[in-house]
Nanobody
Framework: QVQLVESGGGLVQAGGSLRLSCAAS????????MGWYRQAPGKQRELVAG????????YYKDSVKGRFTISRDNAKNTIYLQMNSLKPEDTAIYYC???????????????WGKGTLVTVSS
């Protein structure tokens, strides 16, 4: 079983920055792709940024390109989301996701963190 714990959310003014972290712990064979999703009130959860196990970003939502950067430290089983030039429309709960291969290597399972709230004031 894998636990994902996010941190770094908070209240920031428009134009400000925040850095989110997500640390994975538990028993597993490997952690595959990881990513950050967000869900704003009344909206569906959406992928914001994704990164491969080889530390290569493979996706950024168009509206965050040039402002957000995803990175990964495999030694710490942690991913980060550096968010700059934040806008009020970035306000949402941000969730960490990881595709994890179980300890016997037979299958992969989706894992989610509980989320961290990011609020951007205008």
């Amino acid at each position: 079983q894998v636990q994902l714990v996010e941190s770094g959310g908070g209240l920031v003014q428009a134009g400000g920055s925040l850095r989110l972290s997500c640390a994975a712990s538990g028993s597993f064979f490997s952690i595959n792709d990881m990513g950050w999703y967000r869900q704003a009130p009344g909206k569906q959860r959406e992928l914001v940024a994704g990164i491969t196990s080889g530390n290569t970003p493979y996706y950024y939502k168009d509206s965050v390109k040039g402002r957000f950067t995803i990175s990964r430290d495999n030694a710490k089983n942690t991913i980060y989301l550096q968010m700059n030039s934040l806008k009020p429309e970035d306000t949402a709960i941000y969730y960490c996701h990881a595709s994890v291969t179980v300890t016997n290597g037979t299958r992969s399972v989706d894992n989610w963190g509980k989320g961290t709230l990011v609020t951007v004031s205008s």
